[in-house]
């Protein structure tokens, strides 16, 4: 993958190069392991690093700065900014100890979204970037955070971020819950930053318990799932055949 530069002006270049490279070598680590456990076969022609601002309002209008299609990732390397995205998600509610969580989220954790991009590259997923991608996103979504996550961070980091989105979804539940998770697609991208958010932490929710609950950890037996629902023909959402009744 090429690494290609969109900065406004070589201070921003300059400020972000090392944690840019960085990235780039763990990047390609963690392409080796896809390519080697989870079908990657075909990877993107570059990573776009830009700034927040310019992945939000001139690359494209989604207010989250990560973001993938067939042929380029586009990521914010911006840590500070990172941080300060994920606080304002709780809308200014006072929950001290996920402020807290948030204004220290390490460079491991930013370089997870990243993975995450890659992740959705796996042939192991049905649709590809052209579909329609609406009636099982959400597992697709929530299978790359958690293969990422799991991969990426500590097992505390991992109980750490877990629990935090747990916390948040039971905390937003009233607010932004009053849908199936089988929604999850184009239309979610058209709502606020924490409604978005809010499936997102769902969905890796629901996989995270597929996964460690229902296949013992086994994340290839919950691909087969996946595969054998396409095979059937999609009889009923997703979340049905899953038989995902909290979720």
């Known amino acids: 993958?090429?690494?290609?530069?969109?900065?406004?002006?070589?201070?921003?270049?300059?400020?972000?190069?090392?944690?840019?490279?960085?990235?780039?070598k763990k990047l390609k680590?963690?392409?080796?392991?896809?390519?080697?456990?989870?079908?990657?076969?075909?990877?993107?022609?570059?990573?776009?690093?830009?700034?927040?601002?310019?992945?939000t309002s001139v690359l494209s209008d989604i207010p989250i700065p990560a973001y993938t299609n067939k042929d380029i990732i586009t990521i914010s390397p911006d840590i500070k900014a990172w941080?300060?995205?994920?606080?304002?998600?709780?809308?200014?509610?006072s929950l001290p100890h996920i402020h807290s969580f948030y204004n220290n989220?390490?460079?491991?954790?930013?370089?997870?979204?990243?993975?995450h991009e890659l992740t959705h590259h796996s042939d192991l997923f049905l649709d590809d970037f052209e579909d329609n991608r609406e009636n099982s996103i959400w597992f697709e979504?929530?299978?790359?955070?958690?293969?990422?996550?799991?991969?990426?961070?500590?097992?505390?980091?991992?109980?750490?971020?877990?629990?935090?989105?747990?916390?948040?979804v039971e905390v937003f539940k009233d607010k932004y819950g009053n849908h199936s998770l089988n929604e999850f697609g184009s239309d979610t991208y058209q709502g606020n930053l924490t409604s978005?958010?809010?499936?997102?932490?769902?969905?890796?929710?629901?996989?995270?318990f597929l996964v460690e609950v229902r296949a013992n950890n086994n994340t290839h037996k919950i691909f087969e799932g996946y595969h054998n629902w396409d095979k059937e023909g999609r009889k009923r959402p997703l979340t049905e055949y899953f038989d995902l009744k909290n979720f």
Request: proline letters at 1%; aromatic letters at 14%.
């Open 83 to 93: 941080r300060k995205l994920f606080v304002k998600q709780l809308e200014g509610l």
């Open 29 to 55: 680590e963690y392409q080796h392991l896809l390519e080697k456990k989870y079908k990657l076969s075909q990877i993107p022609k570059g990573v776009l690093w830009t700034t927040e601002e310019l992945a």
């Open 196 to 208: 978005i958010m809010y499936d997102y932490w769902r969905s890796f929710l629901a996989v995270k």
């Open 105 to 115: 989220l390490s460079e491991n954790h930013i370089f997870t979204i990243v993975a």
């Open 141 to 168: 979504e929530g299978m790359c955070d958690y293969l990422s996550r799991k991969t990426i961070l500590t097992e505390r980091e991992f109980e750490e971020i877990s629990n935090v989105e747990s916390e948040l």
């Open 1 to 24: 993958m090429k690494n290609i530069y969109a900065f406004e002006n070589m201070a921003d270049y300059i400020k972000y190069q090392k944690i840019i490279e960085r990235f780039s």
